[in-house]
């Protein structure tokens, strides 16, 4: 890190990135972050969308895996009913 500074949590939770560092890190309205908190320490992570060629290789990815394992697209609504129950 190379620049610090302070900022205040609102009333509703809200914090504020400050400019100069908005600006550094190319921060636009909507930026959507991964928040990690341990004890004092908050960190954000910016989260980026894959890239069209990024995305698509990720679906040929899982595409072979499905494939391999004999999976069928009538097993999904199955799998994630069985994810979602776990939770």
């Avoid at 560092?21 to 190319?26: M, Y």
């Avoid at 960190?43 to 899982?62: G, N, T």
């Amino acid at each position: 890190m190379t620049e610090t500074a302070t900022t205040t949590l609102s009333s509703k939770g809200q914090v504020v990135i400050p400019e100069e560092i908005r600006n550094r890190l190319g921060l636009k309205a909507g930026a959507q972050f991964v928040v990690l908190g341990d004890r004092d320490v908050v960190i954000f992570k910016v989260i980026e969308p894959p890239s069209r060629s990024e995305f698509d290789r990720l679906v040929r990815q899982a595409r072979g895996i499905a494939k391999r394992t004999g999976m069928k697209q009538s097993d999904i609504p199955k799998a994630i009913a069985k994810v979602r129950r776990a939770k």
